[in-house]
């Protein structure tokens, strides 16, 4: 199948480029055909994550056919890559020499999940998740509506979830885009955009009825989004400009998720407000999906020379977003109509939620002397709700109780404004200084209340240089200092409620000194070697935060070399990056549950560390006067993820038991090894293999299980990243003319 | 060679006469096609300008504009004679300029570089990481965009030539750039995620994680550097509660999965 729609499709390409040709009398055809073989071994079983994002086709493989027109008038080309596989794509590309061009882009682009996924449920209908109707009427007799018999229930349960069945994990995406740009006349330009991408497949999502009821089910996507842009672009020695609208369409065919409870067959109210036993609640659990939803931008770009050398630009754009999906019921168990007489009811027909966006920025950019240029700019972006106001009498808690708590839902707005002025500064004609400051604010309102304002202000350092051939530098440093405004009052505390905590913040509005450092030296001490180091640093300190994230912490040194000596070619990489966060909480006394501590015992700290390290390399060798190449490669790459729980002994937690094994933990590694041999000037031959090796140690994630009945009355869909080693042995033809 | 006048044009052919091979390229580059003609007629002088006293001189390397010899910037300033414009408006004064990246540091102007782009590395990706190192370990992690994949590149996000939002993204915000391809995320919800709604990379590192979802750490704890809610948002999750539903598998968003935002009536806490 595969094979027949690849060779269609090549067909209508090699077609269509034979019939162009005939029309022209003097066409340049140039092109490139690969065709070949491989043999794929999965040294440990399969692995979705071999090809998360790709298809290697065990047997054979149309890897390209790519074929290019050139006239004196046009360019046309025509390129399939992975013809037939799932990670197809193929371009179109049509070039009238400064008159018309038009691109034409169609691509495959998996991305596989799991293959050894399985689940009790069946799909009934798109997003509508059922289980035999005798199983969840076995448990709820047994439980009862007072949770009696427990043990005896999840037994049961544990039984069902041995029958199984297997699901597949995996999204594809379809994506179409269409350029085309039509010059009207010299200066004025005409551009079209237009993309269709379809997503369709299941993934995973957590379901949960319950407090103690975790499910992990397959989410059916089937979304389609619309976008497109129409510009206008005119451009003249001393200014250019464009403008033009870019609206965009999300539509979600699934826009809800309905799942069976598997301990409970018909509704009922759970007695408890904040309590859940197995047993009680509802039948069915209902979730909203992502909502269809539109976007319309207006926006107009200029940039004008007003004087010799000095640029101002503008840009302005407007942006109105709408959703306006039909909206669910509070819940779907009938249970609680008891509670509140609309618990079966939507609040309101359709979410009529808006959002207008306002983006502003203009830039200067003006040489004052010969040696000596100004860097000035300012940017507005406002994000302002229009939505309609919804007052909520209450909610259904994971559809099992009904609360009283009237809300007004506070919809978000927000405005950032930033301005800079920096000084450049060429001392000689190789070394340039630049100095600049930079001031960003952030303010931020909820439901009409003001939730403060954040000011950043950063002064930065830059020097340039290349003082010799072989030799250039670029180094940076900038420091800043982020206020909030509200940090001794209103919503400064959050939250609100817990006074304990007086000094928790959320880090993205926390006050927070940061530092940063680049080093970047590049040296060609001869004409065939060049080396290159990175040194980087980004240190982020939220000093008022006692508690929540109080630094974050970045730094990372890495090395580049490539050497040629004749023919042969040799390059290595190494790199080095740390990622460190410290963060702090403290943990609920009991009881009351809901009351946080007073007592410092109950503090805990946890330092999380991602060390990684890339390294590898290559060489290009070549032969028999450049008939024969060895290419061999090595890359590899692995991430330590370290974590340290502390906690004073004597509290609640008490000495915290830290992980004796990684979280995240990852390695990756790819090898390959090939053998070119040039035929002659149009066909040449590549033989190799390539070996790739994944490992993930992780505590929780490395063998996901899919019954946890007994330890937390969960279950999954055993949807595991399991380890992977696979070993490719590959053929390739590659015909050129 | 025929000698000329100061400051005259004297056209490809004349170029040609000593410099055959950077004509010959020339012609087969894009810049070399007819249609460029509308834009500039003067070929080779378009960009080193009238060669009328260089030919006079017989060829004196110091009569005509030679980019060797030229600051990285006046070198800029030739191509921005004509690529000031769409994508390219900003390049004058940002990042790149004011770090010295010369447009050749890119881009190959004489010879047919690699598609329309006249890109001098073989793949646009490869390119990038000649300077920006440290992607490369980002691009090789578990979790990642289908970069390594050929799926996508590093300018479907930033536009190298400037832009007016942080990190040259290509958008008017970061969040603006993620709805192109994640627009089930733009909303608005009935119950916005508020720091979802700023800035997605508070929450996620689009260039690579060994955490699932690109995440900065590792839930729960990355959650918990903004929750610490009573009960379970505050307790510690350490190795006695490896079995437990708050922190195995995906943890926090094994019940709260639809912490992007939620359209569901009673769905405040993202659970529904």
Redesign the interface.
């Known amino acids: 199948m595969k094979t027949t729609r690849a060779f269609w499709a090549l067909l209508v390409m090699v077609l269509l480029a034979l019939s162009l040709c005939a029309q022209e009398q003097d066409p340049q055809v140039t092109g490139e055909a690969a065709i070949g073989a491989n043999e794929v071994n999965a040294k440990d079983g399969e692995a979705a ?1 071999f090809t ?3 298809e290697i086709p065990d047997g054979l493989a149309f890897s390209l056919f790519d074929i290019r027109l050139k006239s ?2 046009y ?1 046309l080309g025509l390129k399939a ?1 992975d013809a037939g596989q799932s ?1 197809e794509r193929y371009d179109l ?1 049509y ?5 018309f061009r038009l691109d034409y882009r169609w ?1 495959r ?1 998996p ?1 596989n999940f799991s293959t050894g996924a399985v689940t009790p449920y069946t799909e009934a209908s798109p997003g509508v998740w059922t289980l035999p109707d005798g199983l969840q009427s076995q448990l709820q007799g047994i439980l009862g509506d007072n949770g009696t018999n427990l043990p005896l229930a999840m037994d049961v349960l544990s039984d069902a979830l041995t029958n199984a069945h297997g699901t597949p994990l995996g999204l594809e995406r379809r994506r179409q885009e269409l350029d085309v740009d039509y ?1 009207l006349s ?1 200066p004025m330009t005409l551009s079209l955009n237009y993309q269709n ?1 379809s997503k369709e497949g299941y993934r ?5 009825l319950g407090f ?1 009821n ?1 499910i ?1 089910l397959p989410e059916t996507v089937d ?1 389609n ?1 619309r ?1 497109g842009e129409i510009k206008l ?1 005119y ?1 003249q ?1 001393n200014m ?1 400009m ?1 403008f033009g609208i870019a609206p ?1 369409k ?1 539509e ?1 065919s699934v826009s809800r998720m309905l799942w069976d409870n598997p301990y409970r067959l018909t509704d009922q109210a759970s007695p408890g407000e904040l309590t859940y036993l197995l047993g009680n609640g509802s039948g069915t ?7 269809d ?1 539109e ?1 319309a931008k207006y926006f107009f ?1 200029g ?1 004008f020379k007003v004087l010799k050398t000095t ?1 101002i ?1 503008a ?1 302005l ?1 407007y ?1 109105q ?1 709408t ?1 306006d ?1 039909d ?5 779907v168990n009938t249970g609680l109509e008891g509670a509140y007489a609309g618990a079966l009811s ?2 309101r027909e359709a ?1 009529d ?3 207008d ?1 306002t ?1 502003a ?1 203009l ?3 003006s040489a004052l002397t010969r040696s000596l ?1 100004l ?1 000035a ?1 300012y ?1 507005y ?1 406002d ?1 302002d ?1 229009s ?1 309609k106001a ?1 007052s ?1 009498p209450g ?5 099992q109780n009904w609360v009283d708590e009237p ?1 007004d ?1 506070g ?2 707005g ?1 405005t ?1 404004e930033s301005y800079y002025a ?1 000084l ?1 500064w ?1 001392v000689w ?1 190789f070394t ?1 200084i ?1 100095g600049g400051y930079k001031s960003r604010t ?1 303010e ?1 309102e ?1 439901a009409d209340l003001n939730e403060g304002k954040n000011t950043e202000n950063t002064l930065y350092l ?1 020097a ?1 240089t ?1 003082p010799l051939d072989w030799l250039s530098f ?1 180094g ?1 440093y900038s420091i800043s200092d982020r206020e909030w405004s509200l940090e001794n009052g209103g919503n400064a505390v ?2 609100v ?2 006074d304990a ?1 007086f000094a ?1 913040r ?3 509005e926390a006050e927070r000194a940061r530092e940063e450092l680049t080093l ?1 030296l590049t040296l060609m001490p001869m004409d065939n070697l060049g080396l ?1 180091f ?1 040194y ?1 640093t980004a240190l982020n300190n939220y000093e008022q935060s006692q ?3 109080e630094s974050d912490d970045h730094r ?1 040194f ?3 070399a490539n050497y040629t000596l004749g023919k042969h070619n040799f390059y290595a ?1 190494y ?1 080095t ?1 740390e990622n460190k ?1 410290l ?1 702090s ?4 006394t009991l009881p009351p ?4 501590s007073n007592d410092p015992l109950n503090d ?1 700290t ?1 330092i ?1 560390v ?1 060390d ?1 390290t ?1 390294y590898g390399g290559g060489l290009d060798l070549a032969f028999m006067n450049d008939r024969l190449h060895l290419d061999l490669s090595y ?1 590899h ?1 692995k ?1 330590d ?1 370290k ?1 340290l ?1 502390t ?1 004073p002994a004597g509290g609640n ?1 008490d000495a ?5 094994e990684g ?4 390695e ?1 590694t790819v090898a390959k090894a090939q053998l070119i041999y040039k035929f002659n000037d149009r066909l040449k031959m590549s033989i190799g293999q390539w070996y790739e090796e ?1 490992t ?1 140690d992780d ?3 490395s063998d ?1 299980a899919v019954d ?1 009945v007994h ?4 279950f ?1 869909l055993g949807a595991s ?1 399991p380890d992977y080693k696979y070993l490719v042995s590959f053929v390739q033809l590659i015909y050129s003319w | 060679m025929t000698a000329s006048s100061s400051a005259d044009y004297i056209g490809i052919q004349e170029c040609r006469g000593c410099h055959e091979d950077a004509a010959a390229s020339y012609g087969a580059s894009l810049h070399g096609q007819k249609g460029f003609t509308q834009k500039s007629d003067h070929a080779c002088e378009a960009c080193h300008g009238p060669g009328g006293d260089h030919a006079a001189a017989g060829g004196d390397a110091s009569t005509i504009t030679s980019f060797s010899k030229k600051t990285r910037s006046a070198g800029n300033a030739a191509c921005l004679q004509c690529h000031e414009q769409g994508a390219v408006m900003h390049f004058a004064g940002g990042i790149h300029d004011a770090r010295k990246v010369s447009c050749t540091d890119c881009h190959r102007i004489h010879h047919p570089g690699q598609g329309a782009e006249l890109l001098k590395a073989t793949d646009e990706i490869a390119l990038c990481l000649t300077c920006h190192h440290t992607m490369r370990s980002d691009l090789m992690k578990a979790s990642h965009h289908p970069m390594r994949e050929g799926k996508m590149t590093c300018s479907d996000c930033h536009n190298p030539h400037g832009s007016t939002t942080d990190a040259l993204v290509a958008g008017d915000s970061i969040n603006d750039k993620c709805y192109e391809c994640h627009a089930e995320k733009r909303g608005p919800f009935l119950w916005d995620h508020v720091p979802a709604r700023e800035d997605c990379t508070h929450c996620h590192d689009p260039h690579g994680s060994n955490h699932q979802r690109l995440l900065n750490a590792r839930v729960p704890y990355l959650c918990q550097r903004c929750h610490s809610e009573p009960r379970h948002p505050g307790t510690l999750y350490d190795a006695s509660n490896v079995n437990t539903r708050a922190i195995y598998n995906r943890a926090c968003l094994n019940c709260h999965a639809t912490v992007h935002g939620s359209n569901h009536p009673s769905g405040q806490t993202f659970m529904r």
Not at chain 1, 95 to 99: A, D, I
Not at chain 1, 656 to 660: E, K, L, S, Y
Not at chain 1, 663 to 666: M, W
Request: proline share 4%; net charge negative.
């Open positions: 994550r998360e994002y790709r004196a008038d360019y890559e990670d590309a070039n009238r020499y400064g008159k691509d682009i991305h010059s010299t991408e995973a999502i957590g379901a949960p103690g975790v992990e979304q989004t976008q672009t451009s020695k250019s464009d965009s999300f979600n659990g209902q979730m909203a999906l992502a909502p939803n976007a770009n940039s640029r630009r840009s754009s942006t977003l959703q999906a909206l669910l019921p509070y819940t939507a609040p979410a939620l808006g959002a966006i983006n920025a830039t200067l950019h240029a860097n700019g940017k972006y994000y709700d939505s919804l909520i909610h259904a808690i994971l559809d809300v839902i919809f978000l927000y950032r920096n450049a060429t004609n340039t630049e952030m931020r909820r830059a340039i290349d670029r940076t959050y939250p409620r817990n905590l928790f959320r880090y993205h970047d290159s990175v980087l508690y929540g994230l990372s890495s090395f580049d990489f790199a990056e966060g963060q909480a403290r943990k609920t549950l809901d009351v946080i805990w946890a999380l991602d990684t890339t890359s790459s991430t993820g974590p729980l906690s937690p915290a038991i830290t992980f004796t979280l995240d933990s990852t990756y994944y993930l505590i929780f994630r996901i946890m330890e937390g009355y969960a999954y990243d």
